[in-house]
């Protein structure tokens, strides 16, 4: 086994932690198309709340420390130290009828957070169906535009080559002369 220094435990420990609590955090209230804060009914707040506190492991750990805890009360410290002034003795019925009564609970709230985490999905399907709808559209006036484009292209070279035809037709030069001069005329009355 390696021995670990305590400033090491206690590096281990920080990395652990952290990578712990970004593990388990959920980032669909960034969604653009999922209403958050204020736009929530109380009811969808705390379904969000029950649904973030019980599907996490320091429920569960909590959960069992509390049986384990109600259990060694009552058969180790109330049952032998203090001499059968136990609440809920061994087969433990009373912890059973709680467990029973919290079971039901815990399907309604089970039920209330699959709910919630419903909405969710069709907030964040309804806000992705829009978009590409969205897109569709401007893909199309985008698949419009390039076309127009190409046609005026198109229609660019027919005029290109047309004045190119002319121009060897009249004998012009063409293309030998710099933008910001002007060709000279040999037909003009200078000549």
């Known amino acids: 086994m390696r021995g670990y220094s305590s ?53 569960v750990f909590g959960f069992f420390a509390v049986m384990i805890a109600w259990a060694l009360v009552n058969t180790l410290l109330l049952q032998r130290v203090l001499h059968h002034k136990a609440f809920d003795p061994y087969p ?43 897109i569709k559209t401007l893909i199309q006036e985008n698949t419009t535009l390039t076309s127009e484009v190409k046609k005026n292209t198109d229609r660019l070279d027919e005029i290109h080559l047309h004045l190119a035809n002319i121009g060897r037709k009249i004998g012009a030069e063409m293309g030998s002369f710099p933008p910001s001069v002007t060709p000279r005329s040999d037909t003009g009355p200078d000549s």
């Open 92 to 134: 433990y019925i009373l912890l059973n009828l709680f467990l029973s009564m919290m079971a039901g609970v815990q399907a309604a709230a089970l039920l209330i957070a699959a709910k919630r985490a419903d909405a969710i999905s069709s907030e964040v399907a309804l806000h992705t169906a829009t978009n590409t709808d969205d």
């Open 7 to 59: 400033v090491g435990l206690c590096l281990r420990h920080a990395t652990m932690t952290a990578m712990n609590n970004s593990a388990w955090k959920s980032h669909w209230h960034k969604h653009p198309g999922v209403r958050t804060g204020d736009q929530l009914s109380r009811g969808e707040r705390a379904a969000d709340r029950m649904r973030n506190m019980m599907g996490s492991w320091p429920f």
